[in-house]
């Protein structure tokens, strides 16, 4: 079974800083592409990034609004994602959630879901 | 800057049919988008219905359907059912490491 669990989600101020962690099991974690995905209280799905495969490259790529101050990356002798956020904004207050990014014949899709982290940025 | 639209809300007869869609401000969505759709309930993650344009994912009931329906991706439930209330998004793939999601369709089954 593929196990998804985030964590760090916390109250940060804002200009303040949180590492949120992915967690994972039942699958090579070292072969997946992984994305993390946000959603602000009572609002849609926003794509924060990936990160590819060591294999792939390890390229990482952002959504153009958050370039520069989150930064995605992996340990793969540890099956786990990160997410480092900078400069948080209250904008940023959202559920975290990390997912696996299928990538081969399958095409380009999000195909497993962690339950989230709620990060509250707030003074 | 080019941005998926969905249709905001939507609502359905239990029992009936309902397409919804998925399309780009500029420019017409095709299966190179790789188009996948996205249900997701309050509380909730999101689950994963379709991908590659009409792929059903593991465990999704077949009144499940995507397609390209003229210049958008599109979803379609029939024979909605009552628990298929609930909020639904396409994502395309952009390229280059870019995905896009769509604002959502809030489905209502009434």
């Known amino acids: 079974e593929v196990l998804l669990v985030e964590s760090g989600g916390a109250l940060v101020k804002p200009g303040g800083s949180l590492t949120l962690s992915c967690a994972t099991s039942?699958?090579?974690?070292?072969?997946?592409?992984m994305n993390w995905v946000r959603q602000a209280p009572g609002k849609g799905l926003e794509w924060v990034g990936h990160?590819?495969?060591?294999?792939?490259?390890?390229?990482?790529d952002y959504a153009a609004p958050l370039k520069g101050r989150f930064i995605i990356s992996r340990d793969d002798s540890k099956n786990t994602l990160y997410l480092q956020m900078t400069s948080l904004k209250t904008e940023d207050t959202a559920v975290y959630y990390c997912s696996v990014q299928s990538n081969g014949d399958d095409g380009f899709y999000f195909d497993f879901w962690g339950q989230g982290a709620l990060v509250t940025v707030s003074s | 800057q080019t941005v998926v639209t969905q249709e905001p809300s939507f609502s359905v007869s239990p029992g009936g049919t309902v397409t919804l869609t998925c399309g780009l401000t500029s420019g017409s969505v095709s299966t190179s988008y790789y188009p996948s759709w996205y249900q997701q309930t309050p509380g909730q993650p999101p689950r994963t219905l379709i991908y590659k344009t009409n792929r059903r994912s593991s465990g999704v009931p077949d009144r499940f359907s995507g397609s390209i329906l003229g210049n958008k991706a599109a979803l379609t439930i029939t024979g909605a059912q009552a628990d298929d209330e609930s909020d639904f998004y396409c994502v395309l793939y952009m390229g280059s490491g870019i995905s896009l999601f769509g604002g959502g369709t809030k489905l209502t089954v009434l």
């Open positions: 039942g699958f090579t974690f070292a072969n997946a592409w």
């Open positions: 990160i590819k495969t060591k294999r792939d490259g390890g390229t990482i």
